[in-house]
């Protein structure tokens, strides 16, 4: 069996299985998941392709990043929850700008996803290098928590970010 065929096969499998869960056994949903699965799986391939073919992952940054990943996932449900439930709702919503100093593409994204798990947080937008971060309170300063969010993906990717920002 070719190289391309051994890469392409797994992908086409998966992608056709996802479709299966989203659209169900339908046959007539397959004029629509046909095509998409095809080019799912063709876009993987040239996505994956374009990747540099050392992973920058690191094990150790991966395993502290999860712990924190649990964790601000539940302080996050918890702080905006407290926040709308209350008879008088507590939020003073707004956006403040935040330049990242990490390097990966894969660390941006990541970090640009993982700002939601922040309390009352959300990455609204991306541009020039610069993230638009919508809070439900302006008046907190969301630097320092950016800045270690920034700092464990980075360690993720094997990226080292000073604390002070500089």
Same mark, same amino acid.
């Given at each position: 069996?070719?190289?391309?065929?051994?890469?392409?096969?797994?992908?086409?499998?998966?992608?056709?299985?996802?479709?299966?869960?989203?659209?169900?056994?339908?046959?007539?949903?397959?004029?629509?998941?046909?095509?998409?699965?095809?080019?799912?799986?063709?876009?993987?391939?040239?996505?994956?392709?374009?990747?540099?073919?050392?992973?920058?992952?690191?094990?150790?940054?991966?395993?502290?990043?999860?712990?924190?990943?649990?964790? #601000?996932?539940?302080?996050?449900?918890?702080?905006?929850?407290?926040?709308?439930?209350?008879?008088?709702?507590?939020?003073?919503?707004?956006?403040?700008?935040?330049?990242?100093?990490?390097?990966?593409?894969?660390?941006?994204?990541?970090?640009?996803?993982?700002?939601?798990?922040?309390?009352?947080?959300?990455?609204?937008?991306?541009?020039?290098?610069?993230? #638009?971060?919508?809070?439900?309170?302006?008046?907190?300063?969301?630097?320092?928590?950016?800045?270690?969010? #920034?700092?464990?993906?980075?360690?993720?990717?094997?990226?080292?970010?000073?604390?002070?920002?500089?």
């Amino acid at each position: 069996m070719s190289a391309r065929l051994l890469r392409f096969l797994p992908r086409l499998i998966l992608f056709t299985a996802l479709w299966l869960v989203i659209a169900g056994s339908d046959p007539s949903s397959w004029i629509i998941g046909l095509p998409t699965v095809l080019f799912a799986t063709l876009s993987s391939l040239r996505l994956a392709s374009a990747q540099p073919t050392q992973s920058a992952l690191r094990l150790g940054g991966l395993l502290r990043f999860l712990p924190f990943f649990v964790v #601000e996932s539940i302080r996050g449900g918890i702080d905006v929850a407290s926040r709308v439930l209350r008879p008088r709702v507590r939020i003073n919503p707004g956006f403040q700008s935040y330049r990242p100093r990490l390097d990966h593409p894969g660390a941006r994204v990541l970090f640009l996803d993982s700002i939601s798990l922040l309390p009352g947080t959300l990455s609204a937008d991306m541009r020039d290098g610069v993230i #638009e971060v919508h809070a439900l309170d302006i008046g907190s300063d969301l630097v320092p928590e950016l800045q270690r969010l #920034e700092r464990l993906v980075g360690r993720v990717f094997g990226q080292t970010l000073e604390e002070d920002g500089a």
